[in-house]
């Protein structure tokens, strides 16, 4: 004690830590908003149904499982960049900064849901259910593909709650509130997030494995899992940065996204992570580009992303265009726009940027998924942005009761005071 | 005018030293501050803008991408032979040769320049340091004449000083 006279001294002169914790507390939530998202769920489900029913192309299926993906990968990201949080005792902005990564948490179940609906367009989806693939017939069948893929994700969205329980309990909070000392999260909270950390990366390897890379069962990338983690990961991020500056505008005057630190450091975050998106896509792509092995390479050059091929040039496909947009949105225009402090602690820049970066990732996702379905024309029509919007809507209502807790986190006077260290 | 006599101020309490210089600021003293420990808040107080290394880390990352573009484009061309069926010059991997000697130049004049704006290395101490300011107190060392001492003197002591020594400055200092 005696060896930091300054610390002891500041702490002494502070006022003792409050001992009410914001957390639950009544948020109207305007009723525009539910009935939006709910319009936009009836869109999508009729747009699906009609789909489903009337194309012979499985557009409707396609369109379901990429945005299966993208906002799984969301909620998913968000409940992990909480238990990131707590590894790294991040209490840069109280719990706010907490409620906000985990405001999508109860898209989760609903996705467990969304999951069993594959089931039904599975001959249309995976080439290897009507012809199974001679080589690992015992991996990839239908019983042991929707039993271990149903298993996984069932444990995850349940430790996720386990998780997003604990974290939430009152001495998790008080201890995200108390910036002032050196103290170790909570031991329940210790214990869980790293659980948390390591079964994300397992299971969303294997979903990435088997739900996309099993599209087109001759690929292989051992680095593909790491890839998909961490692009869900940074679109948990990004969605994180864009409820942030929208939350800025309308929670009043005084809230902890009108902070410029917390600005700053979703900024910092969102272009972080954008470098390591692009640093796990490119060590792959090196590897197949160097390689040059027909049976790696197709996939990129379905995608019209394999430059300078053999004899120097690149096979024109469809497909280019959205291939070569995805790293644009994603790595080229966070990493050039929020290099500088101030556009970070800007919210239209940073918005912008994140807003654009979801967009990105959502292409990503569709770019992974359509072109080993349909390799030679972009099958985009108003099936696919139905079912998106619709995703959309389930995705909006499941956020409310996240989002209410992120709000009353965000308002509360402890909070700012907390943030204001 | 050469200095005739040097205050060293020695203070407990970061508050106070930024106080003190302040108020030096405030009425145009030079002085020369140490700190036991970096001090973002005294850094701020003494009003050094950003630091000049940061403009040759941008040089020393842009020289680096130049040079690894040279070395690598321009090895291949003196070496015109298609490998692999590539292309002579192919882009992904001069990429990551461009990238890391960017990181090294870049890195490289981080360091250098860092020490040579930090003025190191510095083997004899600067003149009214004491061993206190590299262990436990902030000191402020003051050059000026006998007639403005009392008036510096009562500054410092004001904004908290602990104690102020009087020292006899050093031939080489006096031209400051």
Redesign the interface.
Known sequence: MTSQPQASREASRRPIAPQVVPGKADVCVSIPIVVVCSILTLIGVAGFIAGVMTETEPHAWEAFLCNFLFFFGVAQGGVVISAAFYLTQARWGGPGAYRLAESFYFFLPIAFVLFWVLFFGRAELWPWVTKPVAKNPTWLNTPFFFAREGFALLAMILLDFWFIRVSQRVDVRQWALSNDNIMMPPTAIRRLAPAVAITYAVVMSLIAFDLIMSLAPAWKSTLFGAFFFAGAFWSGIVAMALTAVILRGRLGAENLFTRDSVMHDLGKFTFAFSVFWAYTLFAQYIVIWYGDIPNETFFLVVRGALIGGPAGYTLYTPWMIPTWIVPVLVWVIPFTVLMGVKPKKTPAILGGVAFLGLIGMWLERYVLVVPSIEPRHIPFNWIEATITLGFLGIFGLCAIPGMKLTIAAAAAPQVLEAAER | MAAEIELVGSFA??EECIHAVEALRRSGVEFRVFSPIPSEPLIHAIGRGLSPVRMFVLLGGISGVLTGIAVTVGTSWEWNLIV????VV????F??IMFELMILFGGLSAALSFFFFARLPQLEPIPGYSERFGADRFGIAVECDEADSARIEAMMREAGAEKIAHEDPRPESAEH
């Open positions: 309490e970061e692999g069926g590539k292309p192919s882009w992904p991997p990429i990551i």
